[in-house]
């Protein structure tokens, strides 16, 4: 049975080009590039080749890229090292931010005696300006505001220059958890104020386990993980050399194809919309119809006797969908950011994720075995 994959906001499958060039790397550049032999020169001309990739796509310098094992430490140590080395004691955010920041600001709160302010969200999950700058405006407190670009689960776009111009007019540092759109999106640091910027690999079609954060220069901060002087003493640890060729090779491929690949996921995207809303009248679109990530769609379907079986279901009809972020899928709470946007309890929240691997016949597929498993019964209240 072939299988459909829509959860690609989860994970992205690896390009076959990625996966050829980090063979290669794992056959013959086996050096460390910590060395100062051939093998370890090679290694290292190889890891700043793809430095010099990542920070030509945002527009940064290479001195301002390092190279992380992910989203999650990206932003742990964009948060914690503004703390800890640039005398923040103040951070705005928002609570439909990843768990990664929301759990780090806790720590933060806890064991530091940061202050912590929320600002406010509309039903979109769209970050109220407005009240930000409010906040930015009522304390004379060092403040990081820490602002992701995309919510991971709905979908909804921030407007991270607008973002940005406001806590250049407030001094405020500014971060954002970028995770879910770089190499989805054009981002370019010269044109937004920006101090803190994310990326993961997995997110575009590259290896898991390996990304990068992007500090801007004028921030100096200490290491996050300490060790010897790799990434000029700012990350200890031995580089995951292959990895990181892998990354930049998929975030090159991924930038190079932007416009084709965008425009064949945001056809997939309004058709399973305009499909599902034929088969369910009653479902809620969560995320902002105007602002929002083109390769998710977040559905939230009304009560059924087979909701909480849903996701199941469908995996076991050879479909991979999930709940919301893959970092909380064992989590019985349920979604973070579907309750804070006021969605029913009662419905069932749904995230599909596209990439360009997807056809309009797994669409097709998909909703028709949705059909099928939520016919209507005596509890199903679409007509």
Do not use: W
Not at 152 to 157: A, K, Q, V
Not at 199 to 227: E, L, M, R, S
Not at 243 to 262: D, F, P, Q
Request: hydrophobic share 35%; charged share 20%; proline share 3%.
């Amino acid at each position: 049975m072939k299988r459909i994959y829509l959860d690609n906001a989860a994970t992205t499958a690896i390009r076959p080009e990625v996966t050829e060039v980090m063979m290669d790397c794992i056959k013959n550049i086996y050096g460390n590039p910590s060395s100062l032999h051939t093998e370890g020169r090679q290694a290292r001309a190889l890891l700043e080749r793809a430095r010099k990739v990542i920070a030509s796509s945002i527009g940064a310098s290479i001195g301002e890229i390092f190279f992380t094992s992910g989203g999650t430490e990206s932003n742990n140590m964009a948060l914690k090292c503004a703390v800890r080395d640039l005398g923040v004691n103040r951070i705005i955010t928002s609570k439909v931010e990843h768990h990664c920041v929301l759990h780090s600001v806790d720590t933060l709160k806890a064991f530091n005696n940061v202050d912590v302010d929320y600002v406010n969200v509309d039903a979109h999950g769209r970050a109220d300006l407005n009240h930000l700058r409010s906040l930015l405006g009522s304390s004379d407190k060092k403040t990081l505001v820490s602002l992701m670009h995309a919510n991971n689960e709905i979908g909804t776009l921030n407007d991270i220059a607008t973002i940005g111009e406001i806590c250049k007019e407030h001094k405020a540092l500014f971060h954002s958890d970028t995770v879910q759109t770089i190499g989805h999106y054009p981002i370019n640091v010269n044109a937004v104020n920006i101090n803190f910027l994310s990326g993961a690999a997995h997110k575009f079609h590259g290896p898991k386990g390996v990304g990068f954060i992007y500090i801007k220069n004028t921030n100096i901060i200490k290491p996050f993980i300490d060790g010897g002087a790799q990434e000029r003493n700012m990350r200890g640890g031995t580089e995951n050399v292959s990895s990181i060729a892998g990354m930049a090779e998929a975030l090159k491929i991924g930038l190079e194809n932007l416009e084709e690949e965008t425009r064949h996921i945001t056809d997939l995207k309004n058709y399973m919309e305009k499909k599902l809303k034929g088969i369910f009248p009653d479902i809620i679109i969560n995320g902002c119809p105007e602002d929002s990530l083109y390769t998710v769609l977040n559905v939230s379907f009304p009560p059924h006797e087979k909701s909480e079986m849903l996701l199941m279901l469908l995996d076991i009809s050879g479909i991979s969908i999930s709940g919301g972020s893959a970092c909380s899928s064992g989590s019985e709470k349920g979604s973070h950011v579907i309750q804070e946007i006021g969605t029913p309890t009662d419905y069932k929240s749904i995230r599909f994720s596209f990439s360009h691997y997807n056809t309009l016949s797994d669409i097709d597929e998909t909703c028709s075995t949705l059909g099928s498993i939520l016919s209507p019964s005596s509890n199903l209240k679409t007509a």
